[in-house]
């Protein structure tokens, strides 16, 4: 059962322009999303998270929006840049008493070409 | 600091054998999670470690294990292995020591262990 989609394994965006990025997810009792980049041969790296009570949250390039009716988030990055190509993973924190759980999704490939 | 360390990085099994990962955290954080990579899946998580209890569990089969030791370095094991748990195996560790906190609970991934099956 996948609660965090990634429905596009990948995206090619001309250097300069807008990359959007899709996440969906299923469970309401998530309350943190969060954006990783990976590079091959590398592990995933944190790049930006929001808390679900925000609905957007901005750190230089990189932009998270958040739609908590539709159960949605994008990751925007502006301008992209070619040492943007990664695959970047969504992913979202559900909190228990025994405590914190991350859910994946599956990546969206990013290529910024030159 | 050191950052998440794993050790081996790749490795070759044949089917039936056992493998064992190691993971040592960045210096301080106490909780270990474990996850596996493989293509169009995604990172799935297999188990989470806090000072050497396990917390969490994945919906993965009894043959993965994992244990943590009082310095929070932590080892999976695979028994009997499969064909299909060639992946990428890696390794993240946080600070968080409770579960409700202000504030993402962020995940330090090591680079992770290559496990190809043969």
């Known amino acids: 059962d996948q609660q965090v989609k990634q429905n596009s394994p990948s995206l090619s965006v001309q250097e300069g322009r807008i990359s959007i990025l899709n996440c969906d997810y299923t469970n309401s009792m998530f309350d943190y999303f969060l954006w990783y980049k990976k590079y091959p041969a590398e592990g995933p790296t944190f790049l930006i998270s929001?808390?679900?009570?925000?609905d957007k949250n901005e750190d230089g390039r990189f932009t998270v929006f958040l739609n908590k009716s539709a159960k949605h988030l994008s990751l925007h990055i502006v301008p992209s840049q070619p040492g943007d190509s990664a695959v970047y993973f969504c992913a979202a924190r559900r909190s228990t008493n025994t405590g914190n759980q991350f859910y994946f999704g599956t990546g969206t490939s990013l290529t910024v070409i030159p | 600091k050191a950052g998440v360390t794993q050790t081996p990085r790749y490795l070759i099994k044949t089917r039936g054998q056992q493998v064992t990962l190691s993971c040592s955290p960045i210096s301080g954080h106490r909780s270990v999670s474990w996850y596996q990579q493989t293509p169009g899946q995604g990172l799935q998580f297999l188990f989470e470690?806090?000072?050497?209890?396990?917390?969490n569990k994945g919906n993965f089969p009894g043959r993965f294990s994992g244990r943590q030791f009082s310095n929070s370095r932590s080892e999976m094991n695979v028994s009997t292995l499969e064909l299909g748990d060639s992946a990428l195996y890696l390794c993240a560790s946080s600070s968080a020591d409770r579960a409700l906190i202000a504030g993402a609970n962020v995940l330090t991934f090591g680079a992770g262990s290559r496990l190809t099956v043969l």
């Open positions: 470690y806090f000072s050497e209890t396990q917390r």
């Open positions: 929001i808390s679900s009570i925000k």
